[in-house]
């Protein structure tokens, strides 16, 4: 639901009222479900575009949810008396009554509001601390939550919480709270996303009646279910999972191969191997399911750079991807403290500045067209983007 004002101001609802996206003065603003507010422009002056965010404070994000909330009360005066004009953008009933009621919740979705929200969603949801870039807009059920491993140097989404498979009736109380917190908001969602990190390490046994709850609560959403798998327990299920599951809905399984030099794996603290990657792939593509390959570019510094970049290329051209497979370039800013950081240190390897990164991505964007079959979309994935 969006509330048009010209061309200067622009405010995004979902259906249950909830502010989502605003635009004004140049800026974008994206509104998360754990309240964060994300103020967003880019400099597009350098040699790769900077990209600026930051989160706003907790009274610029109270101003801001305001400012929507009182526009949407505007909006819904002038619907009233006729004075707006009302568009759907994909085909709807032309019910006023049903634009009347999203609007007079967008009206009351004030400040106040919002945090009432954002404690509401806090109780149904551990972090959802990343999704691939296609699956923004999914609706998370947290079938598991945090990593089974945990372990990666590189990466710290779930070291806030120990892993745990979450038992059917846990599920079932999770899937009950997430329609009662969404309500109307659902038709914002597309699909599933099984979360967290590795969903699909469960046994079939364990897994197969867990997708069929889902797919019972959630049916409209179950068209196209995709969840991330971990290749170093992923490459001990066969073409026969992976068949199982899409037969419940599995559309897409994405994973993280990272690199294709087993040294830069070592390195990184990730147990898996180029060669298991591309057995996963394979495998999963056999069952008729998609996938989605997230590499990443900067890792491992100078010291790594030429190795990395060759066989990583080398093991996306022997995972036979093509239509409706994906890849993802995921540009790794060094932190300055922490596992990755005090290895690096250990060996001597400095990290990569902005501009050296961003050359790193474009050198595997570029070699990965020529190395992957017709139809496999090739994009950046810019993580610090991601909100749910
Ligand atoms: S397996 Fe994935 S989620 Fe787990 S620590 Fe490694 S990169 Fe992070």
Known sequence: MTRFDGAEETYAFDHAGRFFTAWRENRLYRRALDGRVMEKHTDRRGRHPVKHRRFLDAGERSALVNDAAAAAR???????????????ARPEPSDRSRADR???????????????????????????????????LALVVQITEGCHWNRCT???????????????????????????????????????????????????????????????????????????????????????????????GLRRIYMGVETGDDGLLAFLNKPQTAAEAAELVRSVKAAGLAVGVIAMAGIGG??????????TLDVLGRMALGTGDLVYVSA???????????????????????????????????GAAAVVGLGTRIAPYDIEEFLY
């Open 74 to 88: 505007v909006t819904l005066r002038a619907l009233r008396d006729g004075t707006a004009e009302l568009l759907w």
């Open 302 to 311: 100078r010291a790594y750079w030429r190795r990395h970049v060759e066989a």
């Open 154 to 248: 590189f990466c710290s989404f779930y070291r806030d919480r120990p892993f745990r498979v979450k038992p059917v009736a846990d599920l079932t109380a999770h899937l009950e709270a997430i329609m009662a917190f969404f309500g109307e908001g659902l038709t914002l969602r597309r699909g599933v996303f099984l979360g967290d990190a590795n969903a699909l390490l469960l046994p079939a046994a364990d897994l197969g009646p867990r997708l069929d709850l889902v797919t019972r609560c959630l049916p409209e959403h179950t068209q196209d279910v995709s969840a991330f798998i971990d290749v170093f327990t992923g490459h001990h299920k066969g073409a026969a999972d992976f068949e199982a599951l899409r037969a419940r």
């Open 102 to 136: 999203m609007v007079a919740a967008a009206a009351g979705f004030d400040a106040e509001a919002a945090e009432a929200d954002r404690q509401q969603f806090e109780a149904v949801y551990t972090p959802v601390s990343i999704l691939p870039p296609d699956r923004y």
């Open 332 to 366: 790794f800013t060094a932190p300055a403290n922490g596992p990755y950081a005090e290895r690096a240190r250990a060996e001597g390897i400095a990290p990569l500045d902005h501009d050296a990164v961003g050359d790193q991505v474009e050198e595997l964007l570029r």
